[in-house]
């Protein structure tokens, strides 16, 4: 079946540390990758998306991740967290191949310490 | 309007009652989509609409599930005989167009959620 995981369930930072989250996806064929971010108390937003070119895609508020085709992978990353960035973070992917439009992750949620 | 909006944002009801939660997307969206997120779990899909017709209905989890759209605009999600395991947070979203492999038409904009709570 076609699925996308996230490595971690809860992620638990200091302010300043780098940041790693792991997405991977089972679909062959062509893909957009996307992250969302769900903010305490606020509804689902986008941060990044990859439909082509660069695999290494920016995002908003200093986000980055990069699409490794061999790898089925989607990771996100930031250099340096900061507390505002305590979420709960989505990996969802979009593949034409089969009927269901979008399959979400089941999520990472990320905890900065301030 | 600006956003995707939902209502209610609330909702408590008995087991054994049908809700009605409805969905209005971002004008001008045609694909409309349908999503189930219950306590510690990521998203489950449950029904994509593009324009008023659903494609994809996979993701109903039960034939006490439904879903209609009307004139492209506006969606309503009907529960008949609700369980307590209906209970969760029920997203819409919408996204401009037809999305394809090398569109920027997919993102999804996502409405704030209607909490429905079977007692």
């Known amino acids: 079946a076609q699925s996308v995981s996230q490595h971690n369930h809860h992620v638990i930072l200091s302010e300043a540390a780098s940041l790693e989250l792991g997405c991977n996806y089972s679909?062959?064929?062509?893909?957009?990758l996307f992250w969302y971010v769900q903010y305490p108390g606020q509804h689902l937003q986008l941060l990044l998306k990859?439909?082509?070119?660069?695999?290494l895609v920016k995002g908003i508020k200093g986000f980055e991740a990069e699409f490794i085709k061999s790898k089925f992978s989607f990771n996100l990353r930031k250099p340096s967290v900061q507390w505002s960035d305590t979420a709960e973070y989505f990996c969802?992917?979009?593949?034409?191949?089969?009927?269901?439009?979008?399959?979400f992750g089941p999520g990472t949620r990320l905890s900065v310490l301030p | 309007g600006a956003g995707v909006s939902q209502s209610p944002s609330n909702k408590v009801t008995e087991k054994g009652k049908d809700v009605e939660l409805r969905c209005d997307p971002i004008?001008?969206?045609?694909?409309l989509y349908w999503y189930r997120q219950s306590l510690g779990q990521g998203l489950e899909f449950l029904i994509y609409?593009?324009?008023?017709?659903?494609?994809?209905k996979s993701g109903l989890p039960s034939d006490r599930f439904s879903a209609e759209r009307t004139g492209g605009s506006v969606s309503t999600l009907t529960i008949q005989r609700t369980q307590q395991e209906d209970s969760a947070v029920y997203l819409c979203?919408?996204?401009?167009?037809?999305?394809?492999?090398?569109?920027?038409?997919?993102?999804?904009?996502f409405g704030p959620g209607t909490r429905l709570t079977v007692l």
């Open positions: 969802a992917v979009n593949a034409w191949n089969y009927g269901q439009n979008f399959v």
């Open positions: 979203a919408s996204s401009p167009g037809l999305a394809g492999p090398s569109t920027s038409t997919d993102t999804q904009y």
């Open positions: 990859y439909f082509s070119g660069d695999p």
């Open positions: 609409f593009q324009g008023n017709s659903a494609p994809d």
């Open positions: 004008s001008g969206h045609t694909a």
């Open positions: 679909y062959g064929g062509t893909v957009n």
